[in-house]
């Protein structure tokens, strides 16, 4: 079998996209809507998320389904990492922390869609790879640090969204402190077994609001 160009790549990358869109339509109860927003659709098109997993997996990139990284990690399956963006309605401009690099797809995808991204990552080895692929691939908008995520990154706080690619039993206080008035952020929340996918709005008036949305599955934050 002769190697993959990166042709056949964007077929996979456009059924990919397909399937997400397919997801949506079924969902449509548990969302209160049917398609995926254009712009995350646009930016799930263009970045090569076969770049952004291990080597020995960049066949199998586009399935749909999570796929292992290292560390007990994962990437979350396409449909998930798309609806956690569009629950997050970023908007170009918009400052946005990420807790949870792993390989730097998502930080991409939010680069796409024009946000300032800051990402936290505890796995020194993730950082670092997702640290070149951003940079090899001119995603310049996009900074890295090695950390507890949980904390945030206070440095560059408030932010207009945050998201969260771990659960928690209850949305971190330091992330919330963090979120800008009429921020949002899309964290899991639950217990190792029960989680639900949760969209948390903050109030002029600092007021915090937890809208559950689906059941999901994803490893703890570490705190």
Same mark, same amino acid.
């Given at each position: 079998?002769? @190697?993959?160009?990166?042709?056949?790549?964007?077929? !996979?990358?456009?059924?990919?996209?397909?399937?997400?869109?397919?997801? !949506?339509?079924?969902?449509?109860?548990?969302? %209160?809507?049917?398609?995926?927003?254009?712009?995350?659709?646009?930016?799930?098109? =263009?970045?090569?998320?076969? $770049? !952004?997993? @291990?080597?020995?997996?960049?066949?199998?990139?586009?399935?749909?389904?999570?796929? @292992?990284? %290292?560390?007990?990690?994962?990437?979350?399956?396409?449909? /998930? &990492?798309?609806?956690? $963006?569009?629950?997050? =309605?970023?908007?170009? &401009?918009? #400052?946005?922390?990420?807790?949870?690099?792993?390989?730097?797809?998502?930080?991409? $995808?939010?680069?796409?869609?024009?946000?300032?991204?800051?990402?936290?990552?505890?796995? =020194?080895? !993730?950082? %670092?790879?997702?640290?070149?692929?951003?940079?090899?691939?001119?995603?310049?908008?996009?900074?890295?640090?090695?950390?507890?995520?949980?904390?945030?990154? /206070?440095?560059?706080?408030?932010?207009?969204? /945050? $998201?969260?690619?771990?659960?928690? #039993?209850?949305?971190?206080?330091?992330?919330?402190?963090?979120?800008? @008035?009429?921020?949002?952020?899309?964290?899991?929340? &639950?217990?190792?077994?029960?989680?639900?996918?949760?969209?948390?709005?903050?109030?002029? *008036? &600092?007021?915090? =609001?937890?809208?559950?949305?689906?059941?999901?599955?994803? *490893?703890?934050?570490?705190?």
């Amino acid at each position: 079998m002769k @190697p993959m160009t990166e042709q056949h790549l964007a077929i !996979f990358r456009r059924h990919m996209v397909e399937v997400v869109d397919l997801h !949506f339509d079924l969902t449509e109860a548990e969302l %209160g809507k049917s398609e995926l927003d254009p712009h995350v659709r646009a930016a799930m098109m =263009e970045v090569p998320r076969h $770049l !952004f997993v @291990p080597a020995q997996l960049a066949a199998v990139a586009y399935h749909d389904g999570p796929l @292992p990284i %290292g560390f007990d990690k994962t990437i979350s399956q396409p449909y /998930i &990492g798309a609806l956690m $963006l569009d629950l997050m =309605e970023v908007r170009p &401009g918009h #400052k946005v922390l990420e807790v949870g690099t792993g390989y730097g797809y998502q930080a991409a $995808l939010l680069a796409e869609l024009g946000a300032e991204v800051w990402t936290v990552e505890i796995v =020194e080895e !993730f950082a %670092g790879e997702a640290s070149l692929r951003l940079q090899q691939l001119g995603y310049n908008r996009v900074q890295v640090r090695v950390g507890d995520g949980s904390r945030g990154w /206070i440095e560059h706080a408030p932010y207009d969204r /945050i $998201l969260v690619t771990a659960a928690a #039993k209850a949305p971190p206080p330091p992330l919330l402190e963090q979120l800008a @008035p009429d921020g949002r952020m899309v964290v899991p929340i &639950g217990s190792k077994d029960v989680q639900q996918l949760s969209v948390v709005t903050k109030s002029a *008036t &600092g007021d915090a =609001e937890i809208r559950e949305v689906i059941p999901v599955r994803f *490893t703890q934050l570490e705190v």
